[in-house]
């Protein structure tokens, strides 16, 4: 690897995240609302409640990984004993909203009352509120970046425009977002339910072997580049008897790398906020943010 400037703590060459979105059967609904009637189909998800997420937790208490977990409020209600497991693990808890909702469906204040819900939740379970958010499904509404900072979020992990923390633009330029990739997320490989497809024509099953390949070379091409890899994945998915252990292979390589900051997305938006760093000219969220503005004429 060529030399270069660490933009991490201590030197570090690169940063990784793994996050957790703990969606359960919202999930299935989210991709297909008329399986509300369908116990079959609701158990696919709801084995990451049941199974997945004491499987999930024992492995991450193996490698003394804190990961942070993004729950919609509806799932705290619902599975209050998980919950509590993850927080008494120390792990770090995000808003994920009130039950997976489309974003692409609501306006500001839509979106804003889910968050809500999902901050009250946490707060009615375990007496805190999270400071970072993720859309799980849809995009921001105009004005959503500011109001998170009002409703005192420090930061969000939805958006993909980088590969590297950045902030968002106008008024909410102190709100630090830390973008994610579908090619690093174990939803587009394994997400699948035989009989219906959910999602409708959604792909069979991936070669765990294979995905194991591509999180490999996109981690070592992230830190040969001192960037920030944000890992997502699923207790559904990622954390049946077989596929834990494409996860135990990756993070043993994540840890063999002594020179790559482990952290949690909170940790990492408190470090680039500390650090400094301004969007370069012609960012993608600058660009977001003079298009919105160009058309609603109200700033953000």
């Given at each position: ?71 919609p ?9 998980q ?20 974003f ?29 958010f ?100 699923h ?31 909170g ?17 993608p ?16």
């Amino acid at each position: 690897m060529s030399e270069q400037t660490s933009l991490w703590p201590d030197g570090k060459r690169s940063a990784f995240i793994l996050t957790v979105s703990f969606e359960a059967e919202l999930a299935v609904l989210a991709a297909a609302p008329d399986a509300v009637d369908r116990a079959k189909s609701l158990s696919v998800g709801q084995y990451g409640a049941t199974r997945g997420v004491d499987r999930l937790l024992a492995e991450l208490d193996r490698t003394g990984i804190r990961a942070t977990w993004f729950i919609p409020g509806r799932n705290a209600e619902a599975y209050p004993r998980q919950v509590e497991a993850i927080a008494a693990e120390g792990h770090e808890l995000g808003n994920m909203g009130w039950a997976l909702e489309d974003f692409s469906n609501l306006g500001a204040e839509g979106q804003l009352e889910a968050i809500r819900r999902g901050q009250s939740a946490f707060e009615s379970l375990l007496g805190v509120q999270p400071t970072g958010f993720r859309a799980g499904r849809g995009s921001y509404a105009h004005g959503l970046p500011l109001a998170l900072l009002d409703e005192g979020f420090t930061w969000s992990s939805s958006w993909h425009g980088d590969d590297l923390p950045h902030f968002h633009a106008g008024r909410a330029a102190e709100l630090v977002e830390i973008p994610r990739h579908h090619e690093l997320d174990d939803f587009p490989y394994f997400v699948f339910n035989l009989d219906p497809p959910i999602p409708k024509g959604s792909p069979r099953i991936a070669s765990s072997r294979e995905v194991l390949s591509n999180w490999l070379i996109e981690f070592e091409a992230y830190r040969a580049e001192g960037l920030c890899f944000v890992l997502t994945v699923h207790p559904e998915l990622i954390a049946t008897p077989g596929r834990i252990g494409l996860l135990r292979e990756f993070l043993d390589h994540v840890l063999s790398c002594d020179d790559v900051w482990i952290a949690t997305c909170g940790d990492v938006a408190s470090w680039w906020r500390g650090y400094g760093q301004s969007n370069a000219p012609g960012h993608p969220a600058e660009i977001f943010h003079a298009l919105t503005t160009a058309t609603t004429g109200k700033g953000a």
